[in-house]
């Protein structure tokens, strides 16, 4: 047992340090442990490049605002964002660039959301966001700070969006909501208008 306990320690101290943490002396084992712990939820839920949480964070996140709706009725709304034309950014610009109009969009969420809100990373150039307590009226405000903010452009360039949303319902369920969210985002790159709610 006491050699089990030692060759914890040992790993613990190994994956501490790997990660910059100072020697096994100066930490004990909760810290080390918690900091392990951070580090792997890290890892598991969040975009590397962009810093937001991953698609699987958002399922797991959305699937608790289900659950918290049907419970107590807690609204909530749910919108899916494509940058426009992101191909021709990486066709003409290079990847590296494409990584930059990333990562820059994804600051514009961070910077114009509420702390409760669940930004995420839905895959490529989509994203997702779930607005707990927002109410079908209140998306119009949220996405307007979103396209206000993305009128300075960015090195010359200028970064187009579209976005669908929706807000939950009775009787909705995960797929019911996301093909909701994801007709309203086809109709708003369709008619060209940047945004539809459903």
């Known amino acids: 047992m006491q050699k ?9 101290s190994q994956i501490c340090d790997k990660f910059g943490k100072v020697s096994a002396s100066q930490i004990d084992i909760e810290q080390k442990y ?3 712990i951070d580090n792997l939820i890290n890892i598991a839920y969040k975009d590397h490049l962009t810093k937001l949480y991953n698609r699987r964070y958002f399922e797991k996140a959305l699937s608790e605002e289900l659950c918290r709706f049907n419970r107590y009725g807690f609204i909530f709304s749910l919108c899916i964002m494509d940058i426009n034309d992101f191909k021709q950014i990486n066709d003409t610009y290079g990847h590296l660039k494409g990584d930059e109009v990333l990562q820059y969009f994804s600051d514009i969420l961070i910077n114009n959301s509420r702390t409760s809100d669940i930004l995420c990373r839905w895959g490529g150039d989509e994203f997702a966001v779930i607005l707990p307590h927002t109410t079908f009226n209140k998306i119009g405000p949220y996405v307007k700070k979103i396209f206000s903010a993305l009128e300075t452009p960015k090195d010359n360039l200028l970064i187009n969006i579209s976005i669908g ?3 939950i319902t009775l009787n909705d369920n995960k797929d019911s909501l996301l093909e909701r969210a994801d007709e309203a ?6 008619d060209k208008t940047g945004f539809h709610i459903l």
């Open 4 to 12: 089990q306990h030692r060759d914890y320690m040992y790993f613990l």
């Open 185 to 190: 985002l086809y109709k708003a790159k369709k």
């Open 165 to 167: 949303a929706t807000s």
């Open 34 to 36: 918690a900091f392990v």
